[in-house]
Nanobody
Framework: AVKLVESGGGSVQAGGSLRLSCTAS????????MGWFRHVPGKEREGVAT???????NYADSVKGRFTISKDNAKNTLYLQMNSLKPEDTAMYYC?????????????????WGQGTQVTVSS
């Protein structure tokens, strides 16, 4: 099992940047593929970016070129660098882990979730 704790959310103006962090505790962190998801009340949770065990990344079309997912295995930490933020990026952001060599954009395929961190972008 792994426990995930997100941090780094906050309020910024459009065009600004934030970096989210997700620190994992538990066993075999390197055996998990990871993802960032976001949720707005009234909408379904959506995949933002994923990174598999080999380090291959995938992004939602809405964030390509603006967001970067990365991980530091030595620190058991996942990151999401968010640049050129837009009001429509406002959401609760969650990191998630799944016990697989492959990452997916489907929330239901992830085994472990953090508590979330709020990102608010004002125009």
């Amino acid at each position: 099992a792994v426990k995930l704790v997100e941090s780094g959310g906050g309020s910024v103006q459009a065009g600004g940047s934030l970096r989210l962090s997700c620190t994992a505790s538990g066993n075999n962190y390197r055996s998990y593929s990871m993802g960032w998801f976001r949720h707005v009340p009234g909408k379904e949770r959506e995949g933002v970016a994923t990174i598999d065990r080999a380090g291959s990344t995938n992004y939602a079309d809405s964030v390509k070129g603006r967001f970067t997912i990365s991980k530091d295995n030595a620190k058991n930490t996942l990151y999401l660098q968010m640049n050129s933020l837009k009001p429509e990026d406002t959401a609760m952001y969650y990191c998630a882990a799944r016990s697989s060599i492959w990452a997916t954009m489907i929330p239901e395929t992830y085994n472990y979730w953090g508590q979330g961190t709020q990102v608010t972008v004002s125009s």
